[in-house]
């Protein structure tokens, strides 16, 4: 039989490559790559290189990196001279000579053509004049070319600077993989910005350059390149008006196109004609010993979809029937532009906490037009107070920043409540170090002034810049004595007082400062040591990282758990602080005819509606409230567990500046930073119980997972995740790999918990409950915080979709989910579109396993290698996420293939991963070591008793009846790890029960 002249290359490649190999290795980089792979070095004119030596003005071809038969293709890579330079050079012919690859005998056809990852930006042309770069560092896709005359050819140099990514880039393959057709467009959406700007999206089945809308013939660009989920913002279009757009993309660098055109209406959002009228009880209950009078409450309430058609259609009325002064916010809208999320804010006098606790109604009719009225605090007066605030920080080296607002803009206006926010960066002087202040400042009538501060390092040259203090300061405190505290641990603080600087100590102080022109405050004020706060000069000081006492040694400083629990963060007798992080604190000025206490405004109270409307109106996943009667056994492990989770922070004392809010150790030294999102849990529980402790726990996790664990400021771009992952110190890069205090944990983690950031693998970003307390609080900095790593992750994480465990694509396709439930934005909902294509894909379609390669460290088995399953509680996660996307998807076939994909799973869960000799399941399939393990993990329940909504088939229903019920009564202990252990066992059992007492209901109603 004659072969093709596809064949033949194929083969003459696959000997080449094994012949060139074998001395390294059988297995590495170059056999996982699939396609036509190409040496570009067996291709690349003139041979400018030396083999393992570097010159300034040469290339050289790489062979010694560690482990480099893995990471390079034929275990070696042309490799540029170092590049340090902070500009780009004017002509290729500078450093190394341009390089010309020309590749021959290509059989003819269609190709994706791929370029190795560079580590840093190459440049590359077509032609040898034009050239552009790549702003992704993995491998990059030239696009698809019709290859008819057996000939692919480029360009490439070392022309192009990256000041942050200093080093040589590499050259190493290209690779042709053939393709049946051009790439084809979908989901072509125009879509209403918040700001009113039109963004223009659709989505590619391949990953193509950058995409371009036409509309009245002005070009506008998409902003990435490679990308699969595509964008374009179209600002100044004339509201109302009708336009008719042309979305088009090059599928390769030569400029080729495809496009599709989309007719549309600038500025339109959808909206319901009219609101229901409707009457809902809210409860204002005190959580502190002493009743409070005329206090801000500012609290979010729900509204089902298709209820309220604006924030003006609402009124508040007292116990007595009266209507009293509110002020209503919309927050966020369901996809037909009803109300979703109510701010109501407004004045309640509350009872003594033992005594019932006070009742509002809140009623919605198209009658009702309420307005939020104006601040009795003029615009002037507010603009003055916002620019008296100063904030300065001082470095180890005698430097100092200091950063003073300057422009501010009234975001909102109410008699209620008015914001200002500032607007512009607040740039330090050129000599001094780059790091930002912003504040939003808060204006409840003209008694209480909340002042919310970030500050942040944007000083990106080293993983640390060590901080010796910092603090925001504003007038306050005349004919007051000097006063200063410092809570330098957590059960430590001395206080100053008067010019004769007499000392005492206190435990733990409570934030307050009082003085004849009014009470200062800061929240968690001990909880966040070190702080301190001082009275002097007609000043009050907010210092949010005071200036530590010379040779600030506490006891246990040193040691392992010392260092991982608390001081990892100190050096020098300074605070490193990480590039890229934000922190925040809230500082609350009163005014002095108001009765105060720190009590008070470290609870403030909040209006709570019954858990059974919480549940009923649908911003939550099918979740029953609390109920008498109805699976007490597991309500009180919920109760208990809570419990025991504070109980055990309190033991260990998990507070701190940079650990508030979060849990430490499932890992021995490291922190939680959130896992297994502990916000969504409390919100949850908080929802389905009306209990506030829940939702106080949650919005303190909120906060510290939106600053400390997020990278507010990246400094690497391409970076798919903007969330740390749990690490030691939650950053991570606090010691040097020969710190002899660090020794003896060598062992433990080999290193990774200390050089970790973010995994890379989508696993650890956990978004959905940082949203349900920004909507539930109004704290629109929360909101702002999940949406920038969820759009993060789905512009990234999508031109080449990935994973190797069931949990990273559970996390990245809920993240875009729920943002997408929450925003509305089709760019979330055509990630997760893409997410589905490769869960699909992944899935075997007769066993309902994912046959992912196992973790080759979890056992010694000597096939190891060839081991491939499933992780239960890895596919308890992506189950959730896929429930939900069946939930939200519009189109049909998308929703019965992904319940087809559930009901696989749940197959596989009861066909191939129970164990019933130990009632459980395995921890893995495809590993002898644990055909007979057995571990009942709760968290894939929820997706069993899903799939017998689906299917109306009994045995998932009776399954989860005759395994379960053990299993409910669990609760989490209060040792290291257990706010793990509470999110795994919290966060999806809810919505297991509500199919279960369906399923119940039902069956009780059909015996009647």
């Known amino acids: 039989m004659k072969k093709s002249p596809f064949f033949l290359l194929s083969g003459f490649l696959c000997l080449l490559m094994t012949s060139l190999t074998s001395q390294l290795s ?30 300034p003005d040469l290339w050289q071809i790489w062979t010694k990196e560690e482990n480099v038969i893995n990471k390079r293709s034929r275990g070696a890579s042309i490799t540029t001279p170092p590049l340090n330079e902070t500009e780009d050079r004017t002509s290729p012919e500078e450093g190394a000579p341009p390089l010309h690859t020309k590749i021959t005998g290509i059989p003819n056809g269609l190709y994706q053509v791929y370029v190795s990852g560079s580590n840093r930006p190459l440049a590359y042309s077509m032609d040898g004049e034009n050239w552009f770069k790549f702003d992704h560092f993995g491998e990059n896709s030239f696009g698809i070319f019709n290859i008819q005359d057996g000939t692919f050819e480029v360009w490439v140099d070392d022309r192009f600077a990256s000041p942050n990514r200093p080093g040589w880039a590499y050259y190493d393959y290209i690779r042709l993989v053939p393709v049946e057709k051009l790439p084809e467009m979908s989901h072509l959406t125009a879509f209403t910005l918040p700001s009113g700007e039109t963004q223009i999206s659709w989505i590619t089945d391949t990953p193509s350059p950058k995409g371009s809308v036409i509309i009245n013939g ?31 993309l090059k599928i390769n660098r030569l400029g080729q196109t495809i496009s599709q055109k989309i007719d549309f209406e600038a500025g339109f959002s959808p909206s319901i004609q009219k609101t229901r009228k409707t009457s809902l009880k809210l409860t204002v209950a005190e959580t502190t010993g002493l009743p409070r009078v005329n206090w801000p409450v500012v609290s979010g309430v729900p509204f089902p979809k298709g209820v309220l058609a604006n924030a003006e259609n609402v009124q508040l009325k007292d116990e007595n029937g009266n209507s009293i002064p509110a002020q209503f916010e919309t927050f966020a809208v369901w996809d037909d532009g009803s109300v979703k999320w109510l701010i109501c804010s407004f004045r309640a006098s509350t009872r003594p ?82 790091f930002l202040t912003g504040y939003e400042i808060t204006f409840f009538g003209d008694d209480f002034i909340r002042i919310r501060s970030t500050l942040a390092n944007r000083e990106f040259e080293k993983p640390m810049t060590l901080v010796r203090s910092a603090e925001v300061s504003l007038p306050g405190g005349r004919d007051s004595q000097k006063f200063s505290v410092l809570q330098d641990t957590v059960d430590h603080a001395e206080i100053t007082t008067g010019n004769n600087a007499e000392k005492s100590t206190v435990n733990q102080w409570d934030g307050l400062l009082s003085a004849k022109d009014g009470t200062y405050w800061m929240r968690d004020f001990w909880q966040c040591w070190p702080k301190g706060m001082a009275c002097a000069e007609d000043t009050i000081t907010f210092q949010i990282l005071p200036e530590l006492p010379d040779g600030y040694a506490p006891e246990n400083c040193d040691t392992p758990e010392g260092l991982t629990l608390h001081y990892y963060w100190l050096k020098n007798n300074c605070y490193q602080f990480k590039r890229g992080m934000e922190i925040r604190h809230d500082f609350w000025v009163v005014k002095p005819n108001r009765e105060v206490n720190a009590q008070w405004l470290q609870e403030p109270i909040f209006a709570v509606a019954d858990p059974e409307y919480y549940c009923s109106t649908g911003v939550f996943p099918p979740v029953n409230p609390v109920r008498e009667g109805k699976w007490n056994e597991y309500e009180e492990a919920v109760r208990k567990s809570f419990d025991q989770l504070e109980e055990g922070r309190q033991r260990r004392q998990e507070y701190g500046w940079m650990n508030f809010g979060d849990w430490f150790g499932e890992r021995k030294h490291n922190w939680g930073n959130s896992e297994y999102d502990l916000p969504y849990v409390c919100a949850l529980h908080f929802a389905r119980s009306g209990n506030l402790d829940y ?33 030691y110190g939650h950053v991570n890069y606090f010691f040097s790999d020969d710190d002899p205090r660090v020794q003896p944990l060598v062992g433990t983690m080999k290193y990774s918990m200390f050089r970790w950031e973010s995994d890379g693998s989508g696993g650890h970003t956990f978004l959905p409950g940082e949203y349900y307390v920004a909507c539930l609080t109004g704290d629109r900095y929360l909101w702002d915080a999940a949406f920038s790593s969820a759009w993060n992750q789905a512009e990234k994480y999508t031109p080449q979709y990935k994973f190797s465990i069931e949990r990273s694509a559970g996390w990245s ?52 290698k060839e081991h491939r399953g499933g992780k239960a509680f890895a596919v308890g996660i992506l189950l959730h996420s896929l429930i939900r996307f069946a939930e939200t998807v519009p189109e049909e076939e998308q929703k019965q293939m992904t319940r087809q994909a559930i009901v696989r799973c749940a197959d596989w869960l009861l066909d191939y991963s129970w164990n019933e000799n130990k009632m459980g399941f395995r921890y893995k399939t495809g590993c002898p070591k644990y055909l007979d393990h057995g571990w009942y993990t709760i968290l894939v329940t929820e997706g069993i008793a899903y799939a017998g909504e689906v299917t109306q088939n009994p045995r998932y229903a009776e399954f989860l009846l005759r395994t379960m019920p053990p299993h409910l009564k669990n609760t989490c202990g209060t040792g290291t790890g257990c706010g793990k252990s509470f999110s795994q066992m919290h966060r999806q059992t809810p919505h297991t029960l509500y199919w279960l007492q369906k399923y119940l209901d039902q069956n009780e109603k059909e015996k009647k």
């Open 26 to 55: 059988a297995e590495g980089l170059t056999d996982r790559l699939e396609g036509l792979v190409f040496e570009v070095e067996d291709w690349t004119e003139p041979k400018a290189w030396k083999v393992d030596h570097h010159s």
């Open 218 to 248: 002005t070009e506008y660009e998409e902003e990435c390149d490679g990308m699969r989920n595509h964008r374009v913002v179209i600002p100044n279009l004339e509201k109302g008006r009708k336009y008719s757009a042309e979305a088009f």
């Open 353 to 434: 906490k033992t005594e019932k606790p006070v009742t509002f109604t809140l009623e919605t009719s198209p009658d009702f037009h309420s307005l939020p009225g104006t601040s009795p605090v003029s615009e002037e007066e507010m603009l003055k107070f916002a620019r008296s605030l100063k904030s300065r920080v001082k470095f180890d080296d005698g430097t100092e920043t200091a950063c003073d607002p300057r422009n501010f803009e009234l975001i909102s206006q109410g008699a209620q409540a008015a914001v200002l926010k500032s607007v512009n960066d607040f740039q330090p002087d050129d000599a001094a170090k780059d």
């Open 695 to 727: 939702l106080k726990r949650g919005i303190e996790i909120a906060r510290h997972y939106a600053t400390i664990d997020r990278k507010a400021w990246p400094w690497n771009p391409n970076e798919r995740e903007r969330q740390y992952t749990h690490c």
């Open 813 to 864: 396709m809920k993240n875009a989910v729920y943002s997408y439930r929450f925003t509305n934005n089709p760019f979330f909902l055509n990630a997760a579109r893409i997410y589905l294509e490769t869960i699909i894909e992944k899935q075997n379609p007769i066993t309902g396993c994912f046959d992912l390669p196992q973790d080759q460290s979890e056992c010694d088995c000597p096939d190891k």
